[in-house]
């Protein structure tokens, strides 16, 4: 009962109130599914980093200014790996990072659900994006977690083709520490 207390205290301080976090890589996770010959094939990317200001109660003063890694792509095939990393994918070594910033946060049903509003930068390539976030606080921080669709075409990533999808869905899992 005591842990479960703890909790419910940890998550109301630090979900609503305005509070600074640092996006780390233990606890986050950035996951992609895309189909390629018709099969689910996935993929993760680390090496999150930024800052996050977030207010559930006040969500239009919150902002998320976060990037991961393209070099750390891992869909458990170190050739495929490196064929992502090249210039017919995200071309790594031009474009090392994926930004993602926000531009608008609205409250959702209640204080653990929010809408995002902003923009995600792959390669030279910035387009607006919306989706659903859940926010809970964590011992030492929060998580945030929400999942979108993008169109890879749209971001230059690959060519069309007719083996490979052209939708890829993101699960984002950000674990941020309060600073």
């Known amino acids: 009962m005591k842990k479960i207390l703890l909790a419910i205290a940890i998550?109301?301080?630090?979900?609503?109130q305005a509070q600074n976090?640092?996006?780390?890589?233990?606890?986050?996770?950035?996951?992609?599914?895309?189909?390629?010959l018709g099969i689910n094939t996935g993929g993760d990317l680390a090496g999150m980093k930024?800052?996050?200001r977030f207010d559930?109660?006040?969500?239009?003063?919150?902002l998320f200014d976060v990037t991961v890694d393209v070099?750390?792509?891992?869909?458990?095939n170190d050739r495929r790996d490196g064929h992502l990393?090249?210039?017919d994918y995200f071309d790594a070594e031009k474009y090392p990072t994926i930004h993602l910033i926000s531009t608008e946060i609205k409250p959702g049903a209640d204080l653990k659900n929010f809408i995002f509003k902003g923009n995600l930068t792959i390669k030279d390539v910035t387009k607006?994006?919306?989706?659903?976030?859940?926010?809970?606080?964590?011992?030492?921080?929060a998580l945030f977690a929400g999942e979108f669709e993008i169109n890879r075409i749209d971001f230059g990533i690959g060519k069309e083709s007719a083996t490979m999808a052209n939708k890829i869905i993101v699960s984002l899992s950000a674990f941020a520490k309060a600073n």
């Open 50 to 52: 930024g800052k996050i």
């Open 11 to 16: 998550c109301v301080t630090t979900c609503t």
């Open 21 to 36: 976090f640092t996006p780390t890589d233990e606890g986050s996770k950035l996951h992609f599914v895309i189909k390629n």
């Open 85 to 87: 990393k090249n210039v």
């Open 128 to 141: 607006q994006i919306e989706f659903p976030f859940t926010a809970e606080g964590k011992e030492g921080g």
């Open 71 to 76: 070099n750390t792509i891992d869909t458990d």
């Open 56 to 62: 559930a109660k006040q969500p239009a003063s919150s």
